[in-house]
């Protein structure tokens, strides 16, 4: 009888803890933990990468992309010189998160010299 008490007051508990942890209407997929990662041991710059294109593809699927995931991810494509990539996921960060479009057009005009094309007005 104890340990039936036990077992279930346990279960109990741990159901009100899941309940109180904190809820997001975002999917951030793994990005603490890789960025974390990534800070110690910048040779797993290509773990973070795929952390990021990864918590990017299932946020699309339930369209929940975090905010700043296509910029971080558009940044080191544009460390990597693939400017065409970074400019497509920083459009596509300022449509979803308008607040980011002045700060990644002045990014996007700094290294294609020339202004936003094809952008949102």
């Known amino acids: 009888m104890k340990r039936t008490t036990a077992v279930f007051v346990g279960l109990i508990a741990a159901v009100l803890l899941t309940q109180c942890a904190p809820q997001t209407r975002f999917e951030w997929g ?3 933990g890789s960025l974390y990662s990534f800070y110690k041991n910048p040779s797993d710059r290509e773990a973070y990468k795929k952390s990021l294109t990864d918590a990017i593809e299932r946020g699309r699927a339930k369209n929940v992309i975090a ?4 910029a971080e991810l558009g940044y080191m494509y544009l460390e990597d010189g693939d400017n065409v990539r970074a400019a497509a996921l920083f459009r596509e960060e300022m449509q979803l998160f308008p607040e980011s479009r002045p700060f ?3 990014i996007i ?3 294609t010299g020339r202004p936003l094309m094809g952008g949102m007005s």
């Open 30 to 32: 793994n990005y603490e």
């Open 67 to 70: 905010p700043g995931l296509l």
């Open 104 to 106: 990644l057009t002045r």
């Open 109 to 111: 005009d700094r290294n």
